[in-house]
C-alpha cells in the first residue's frame, strides 16, 4: 500500500520511526549510524529510509517543516503505516539563558495557539503531552550514556519565532505557569496525532538560537553537529518494546 506522500509498501517502515525535520540529516543518519539501509520513499523530497542499527531494525524519516507537514507526514505512519512510536529530533530556540547552543531539550508538554486540533478532530485543544514511557527511556539512556538534557514545556509556532514581529507579545498569550523553555514548529502536531490514534511520541531538540545568545548556528552545523541528539534518540530507539 502506499498514501498520496509516501510510496513505501507496507512492512518497510519499522515500528520505531526517528523525524528529523531535513530530508538531508534523515540522509546523514543512516550514512553515518547505520550497518545497512534502504530508501524507501522519497516523493516530494522526503527521503524515509529503513536499515538496522545495533541489529535493531529503525526507520528514519523527515517531517519537513511545520505543524501542517509533521501533522501528514506523522498521521500517515500511525494510521496506514503500523507505526507505534515517533521521536522527532530537531532544534529549536532557547527561550531561558540557561540553554546554550547544542544543549538538548526533551518536551513534557508543548502549546500551541494554532488550531491544528480544531482543524483534525473538532477538538479545541492547544496542550499536549509527549508520551511519558518514551521521555523516561530517553532520560535515563541519556544517563547511562553521560549526556545531558534539559526537560520542560515547548512552545510549537505557526511561524519561524525569531520572524516575529514581537515575539513577547506571543509569550504574553502563553498560558500562565506555562513556562516554556524552547521554541519549535512541529511537535504538537506529531503529539496531537499520536494521542488520538493511540500511539506515542517524544520530540527531542538541538538549542540552535536563543534570544539570549548572540550567536546562531550555520546550516551546516544545524545537519552536522547534533549528533549527540541523534545518537540518543538512536540509543533509546532500540530500548523500546
Known amino acids: 500500500m502506499s498514501t498520496p506522500h509516501n510510496e513505501a509498501k507496507l512492512g518497510e517502515i519499522a515500528k520505531t520511526v526517528i523525524m528529523p525535520g531535513d530530508p538531508l540529516r534523515a540522509k546523514y543518519i543512516v550514512e553515518t549510524f547505520f550497518d545497512n539501509y534502504k530508501l524507501v520513499n522519497q516523493v516530494r523530497g522526503i527521503y524515509t529510509y529503513t536499515g538496522t542499527y545495533k541489529g535493531k531494525e529503525l526507520t528514519v524519516m523527515a517531517s519537513g ?13 500511525f494510521k496506514f503505516y503500523d507505526v507505534e512510536n515517533i521521536i522527532r529530533i530537531g532544534s529549536c530556540g532557547g527561550y531561558i539563558p540557561e540553554l546554550k547552543l547544542f544543549d538538548i531539550v526533551i518536551s513534557e508538554q508543548c502549546f500551541s495557539e494554532g488550531n491544528y486540533a480544531l482543524s483534525l478532530n473538532n477538538d479545541n485543544c492547544h496542550i499536549v503531552s509527549a508520551n511519558n514511557n518514551l521521555n523516561s527511556i530517553i532520560q535515563k539512556t541519556a544517563i547511562q550514556n553521560n549526556i545531558g538534557i534539559i526537560k520542560g514545556n515547548t512552545v510549537c509556532s505557526d511561524c519561524f519565532d525569531i520572524y516575529m514581529t514581537d515575539v513577547n507579545k506571543f509569550l504574553e498569550r502563553v498560558p500562565k505557569n506555562f513556562n516554556p523553555i524552547s521554541a519549535e514548529m512541529e511537535a504538537f502536531a506529531l503529539f496531537y496525532n499520536a494521542k488520538v490514534l493511540n500511539k506515542k511520541a517524544a520530540c527531542l531538540m538541538s538549542v540552535v538560537d536563543s534570544k ?3 550567536e546562531v548556528a550555520t546550516a551546516e552545523e544545524r545537519q552536522t553537529g547534533l549528533n549527540n541528539m541523534i545518537k540518543l534518540s538512536l540509543d533509546s530507539a532500540i530500548e523500546i518494546e
Do not use: A, H
Not at 517543516?65 to 505512519?77: F, K, N, Q, R, T
Open 65 to 77: 517543516m511545520g505543524m501542517p507537514s509533521m501533522g501528514i507526514y506523522s498521521y500517515e505512519l
Open 212 to 214: 539570549f545568545i548572540k
